[in-house]
């Protein structure tokens, strides 16, 4: 299957183009000013049926002023519609013929025109892409989308614009850091919220530009380090309106989704309310949240999990969305408003509370390796846990003087709570013992936080040209109690033996950080600038652990193990001061050569222990090349341990893997040096991005392990020098725009990675050396928006060897592939269907190798303006859907099957809001019909 799909794949790109090529009319010219010198760069050149305007394909001229628009049908009246910032729009109508393919336009000599292009302009020949010196602006209407389509879903069809499964947003090939609504943020910092909830059919624009404040954090970014910032231009008809959706669903297997968002504009007034609730493993929390919450951003994450669905998982408990995580239950709900005070203050609002129920089930088959012995352990566990979060955060930003100059305050409040339940049996044996131990093992934690931030920004311009300041201050206080019950019962047969463990162990953690920075820039000359930062950094974490065991007396968790309490408060400054200069001798040469000098004062001190005190002092030089596209750059970072490395208590709530701290860690220090191209080439719709960097460690934590005669695991963090990790990416986007019938784009991507670290199990150490390689390719063909295919291979491998006889060589291999299908006809009907495949070839015996998952659906467009959307869905409809992970660690495979959502059918209607007095519908101002 995966063979004749790639064939699939290289025909469709080396013959399509040669099919859309053939037996088709070309338009070409040459723009320039009026003085017909100075070329006219990035013009976007439109051609229009003349009857009915709607696009045929479009072109931008390129750096000298030249464009060439081929693929024209023939005895069809056409006009072709040239817009450019700063000049008049020039028209004219013609026909091609078989026997006159070509017009040859020659130069064109725009006019120069101040007004706003949309002046002049109808609204049915707005082109597709207009580039505006720094920014470049997306015409929504000519992007066609499903009826249920959100934001996420029009951006995937824009040309350089990919959106990731998590809901990442990049732009040629650069990460979207703020998605804004009409210049203001949409509950908060993250895109996701706005491009996962906004309709799609209510934008105009999608406006595309550098992140200028990123920029002035960081001056040395080079072009394609800087992020994108994307702005959405609401239709002008709904500025002064209520708009949003309203949907609701039930299927079978008790399934349901319901919601809305409602928007009201009102000039210099945004507000913005949306709700949900849904059991169909959708997420809840943003990973931004739960990592700012409870602890988990500092100390207690033992394990992280991500999903191909978007969702995740820390410490085996599931945040929503995670597919192979479990089964979730997720609700939400919030309050967004932005408005102006007075005209030079903008205030931003914004409440959001989330809550998940996640059902988790999970099948372990974990294979360890020692010299002739192979350790199995079997694990299967069942739970639930619920989590709910209360956020409030808000903005002011003032402008305060002529040389946009600002001052930026941004606090924010998180309030979460959670609880677990879990019930795990494990088994182990090897290839000599045919059982080591069993153990049953229930767990009860639930944990209550709070975390808050307070971030204070300067951006200070100035008079003279390249004379910047910034400054910022930023405050951030955690807090988290966390109790945790663990029974269990342990019988060894090596050793004959049974254990029992009933304890409570209660955490409470804490953290204080606090950061300044000022950073200055000073040109020297028109070609030398003077670079100097200092930031100065305090800390404070306490990490508080008191474990009690079980009265049979009065049934209560009430008696003191000393052995297992106690408890660290760390404090410490970091500071970094930082001297450089930039060079540039040429436009497309310079570099910044410059140096750190680091210092870190680390006070820890223990309930029990003595007190440990530690300081450290580094000089790090830095230096960044580029040169045209190409970049290159070498760093230095300084690491310091966690505190739960630090944490001298073991972790025994799992008796058969327990694992202890080590005071005495040292922090690592990372060398790094990488090189990096970024080339977008607007004119030919394709963009290549390639990154490798190199990573050397001195000091790296790692964890030595030790496996007793009756399976019994323990680990330690350590410090080791010589781990390093070197890594390759390579990503090409390439787009067609043959004729207004047949549009083609293809991409290809591929990670590498090649990595030495050190396992240390019984004392045997061996370095190992880890290979892992995932390429991807994917092509979409679009026929008239009629019928859209996409398909989509990804294979993956890992490879582990190692110096040691004692480990054998591991490797691992996963095969998947995503078939999509949309289909729009008859009229007000769209058809949807996507089959993906997965393959697993080397999973233990028992778990399930492959799976098909088939998602489908039918939507139905009904009532005045299409306001009524009615889908009938179903999922899995194969009834195959699984999901098995293997991963390789250490000197171990592990392979994983989750308990997963199956086949149910959902019927879902939506009703979309308009309230306002324009008229809507119809594809010239920009509503889509179908």
Do not use: C
């Not at 949309?118 to 082109?127: D, Q, W």
């Not at 129920?357 to 020692?370: L, P, S």
């Not at 291979?793 to 996963?814: C, D, I, Q």
Request: aromatic residues 10%; glycine residues 6%; positive net charge.
């Amino acid at each position: 299957m995966e063979k004749t799909k790639l064939l699939v794949l290289l025909l469709a790109i080396l013959v399509l183009p040669a099919i859309s090529f053939a037996q088709k009319g070309v338009l070409s010219g040459t723009l320039t000013d009026t003085s017909g010198k100075k070329p006219i760069v990035f013009a976007t050149i439109t051609v229009f049926s003349a009857r009915d305007t709607a696009i045929i394909t479009y072109r931008l001229s390129d750096e000298q002023g030249k464009f060439k628009v081929p693929s024209l049908p023939f005895q069809k009246e056409l006009r072709v519609v040239v817009t450019a910032t700063g000049s008049a729009v020039w028209r004219k109508e013609f026909t091609l013929t078989e026997e006159s393919p070509t017009l040859e336009l020659g130069t064109l000599k725009l006019e120069a025109d101040v007004k706003e292009m949309e002046e002049v302009l109808l609204i049915s020949e707005r082109p597709p892409v207009v580039v505006r010196k720094d920014t470049i602006e997306f015409n929504a209407a000519a992007f066609k989308t499903l009826p249920t389509a959100l934001v996420e879903d029009l951006l995937k069809k824009m040309p350089g614009v990919d959106v990731d499964r998590d809901g990442n947003i990049m732009v040629n090939g650069r990460k979207v850091n703020r998605l804004l609504v009409e210049g203001k943020e949409f509950f908060g910092s993250d895109p996701k919220i706005a491009s996962k909830n906004l309709p799609a059919n209510l934008i105009d624009k999608v406006q595309v530009t550098d992140d200028k404040e990123e920029l002035l954090r960081n001056p040395d970014l080079t072009a394609g380090e800087v992020g994108q910032v994307i702005n959405l231009k609401l239709k002008k008809a709904i500025k002064q309106g209520w708009f949003g959706k309203l949907y609701a669903g039930a299927g079978t297997e008790d399934r349901f989704e319901g919601g809305g968002i409602v928007n009201m504009f009102r000039d210099t007034l945004q507000v913005s309310l949306l709700g949900y609730t849904n059991n169909l493993s959708r997420s809840g929390f943003s990973m931004q949240d739960v990592m700012n919450i409870g602890g988990f951003s500092r100390s207690n994450v033992n394990m992280l999990s991500i999903s191909s669905e978007g969702g995740f998982a820390i410490n085996d408990i599931s945040f929503g969305g995670m597919g192979g995580g479990g089964i979730q239950r997720s609700s939400g709900g919030g309050i967004n408003v932005n408005t102006l005070l007075g005209k030079r203050t903008t205030l931003s609002m914004q409440y959001f509370y989330g809550e998940n129920k996640t059902t988790t089930g999970q099948r372990i088959n974990n294979e360890q390796f020692f010299n002739d012995t192979t350790l199995t352990t079997r694990t299967i566990n069942s739970g639930e846990a619920y989590d709910k979060s209360h956020r409030i955060s808000g903005t002011v930003k003032i402008k305060i003087d002529s040389f946009s100059s600002t001052l930026e305050y941004r606090p924010s409040f998180t309030f979460t709570n959670s609880d677990a339940t879990s019930l795990t049996q494990i088994e182990s044996f090897s290839n000599f013992e045919p059982k080591l131990n069993e153990s049953t093992n229930e767990l009860r934690r639930s944990s209550d936080g709070f975390a808050t931030s307070h971030e204070l920004y300067l951006n200070k311009q100035f008079r003279k040209k390249g004379r910047t300041l910034y400054a910022s201050i930023t405050v951030g206080y955690n807090s988290a109690e966390t109790p945790q019950f663990n029974d269990a019962e342990n019988i060894f047969y090596k050793n004959p033996s049974t254990t029992s463990l009933r304890q409570l162990r209660q955490q409470d953690q804490n953290s204080l950080n606090t950061r300044a920075y000022l950073g200055y820039n000073e040109p020297l000359t028109k070609k030398m600038s003077l670079r100097l930062n200092q930031t100065t950094e305090y800390f404070s974490n306490k990490d508080y652990i008191d474990t009690y065991e079980f009265d049979p007396l009065t049934g209560e968790y009430i008696i003191p193990d000393p052995d297992l309490t106690n408890g660290l408060e760390r404090s410490g400054w970091r500071n970094t001061t930082y001297g450089g200069l930039r060079f540039a001798p040429t436009a497309k040469f310079n570099f910044t050569a410059g140096a750190n000098l680091r210092t870190l004062n680390l006070d820890n001190q223990f309930r029990k222990n003595p007190t440990i005190r530690q300081n450290y002092t580094y000089v790090m030089p830095s230096l960044n090349v580029t040169y045209k596209q190409w970049s290159m750059n070498y760093n230095a970072n300084l690491r310091e341990p966690n505190a739960t490395d630090l944490q001298p208590v073991v972790n025994n709530t799992n008796p058969l893997y327990q694992s202890f701290g080590n005071p005495d860690l040292n922090p690592t220090v990372a060398h790094s040096a990488g090189i990096y191209t970024y080339i977008n080439n607007i004119k030919r719709q394709l963009t290549f991005n390639f990154n490798t960097n190199f990573t050397y460690n001195q000091d790296a934590i790692i964890r030595e392990r030790s496996v007793s005669d009756n399976g019994v695991q323990t680990t330690r963090p350590i410090n080791v020098d010589g781990t390093w990790n070197a890594s390759l990416n390579l990503n090409v986007r390439k787009q067609y725009k043959f004729s207004s019938v047949l549009k083609f784009s293809t991409g290809m991507n591929l990670n590498a990675n090649l990595g030495r670290t050190f396992v240390i199990i019984n004392q045997n150490r061996s370095n190992a050396t880890t290979t892992s390689l995932s390429p991807s390719a994917n092509f979409t063909l679009n026929w008239n928006d009629k019928f859209e295919f996409t398909q989509r291979y990804g294979p993956s491998f890992n490879k582990t060897t190692y110096e040691s006889n004692a480990y054998p060589s591991l490797e691992v291999w996963r095969h998947s592939t995503s078939t999509e299908v949309i289909v729009r006809m008859p009229k007000h009907i769209v058809w949807e269907s996507t089959l993906d495949y997965f393959y697993n070839p080397q999973v233990a015996p028992g778990i399930q190798k492959s799976s098909f998952r088939w998602n489908a659906a039918v939507n139905v467009l009904f009532l005045k303006q299409d306001k009524g959307q009615l889908k009938l869905s179903v999922y899995d409809l194969l009834n195959q859907n699984i999901s098995v992970m293997r991963s390789v660690r250490e000197n171990y495979i592990q392979d994983t099957e989750s308990i997963i959502l199956r086949r149910y059918f959902l019927l879902t209607f939506t009703y979309n809001i308009r309230n306002f007095g324009a008229k809507v519908g119809g594809r010239n101002n920009g509503f889509i019909l179908f």
